[in-house]
Nanobody
């Protein structure tokens, strides 16, 4: 399973971005897509997950309120709409394909990441 992200960019604080993720295929062990982010020197943190079989969305604290995860036109695609961006949202955003377990997407396959930079 190959995962590809796109949509990262540099924006001003208060702006919006829409990230997209495509998984090359789904297998019996893949039924969700999730967004994570990481800044240098810190652990990767979960942002939001989507169970692709029924569209169930789950948000971590980092993604609640300003971010929306949704399924694309195909089951193996997902978008992350990010509004009212803050400088603290600056990070490398990763998409992962995995298996939904205990209320979250457990990653099995990672993309290369797409950079989001928010300036004040």
């Amino acid at each position: 399973v190959h995962v590809t992200e796109s949509g990262g960019d540099s924006v001003q604080a208060g702006g919006s971005l829409r990230l997209s993720c495509v998984a090359s295929t789904f297998t019996y062990s893949v039924n969700c897509l999730g967004w994570f982010r990481q800044v240098p020197g810190k652990e990767r943190e979960r942002v939001a997950d989507l169970l692709t079989t029924d569209g169930t969305a789950v948000y971590a604290d980092s993604g609640k309120g300003r971010f929306t995860i949704s399924q694309g036109d195909a089951e193996n695609t997902v978008t992350l709409q990010m509004n009212s961006l803050k400088p603290d949202d600056t990070a490398l955003y990763y998409c992962a394909a995995g298996f939904f377990l205990d209320g979250k997407c457990v990653p099995g396959y990672w993309g290369q990441g797409t950079q989001v930079t928010v300036s004040s």
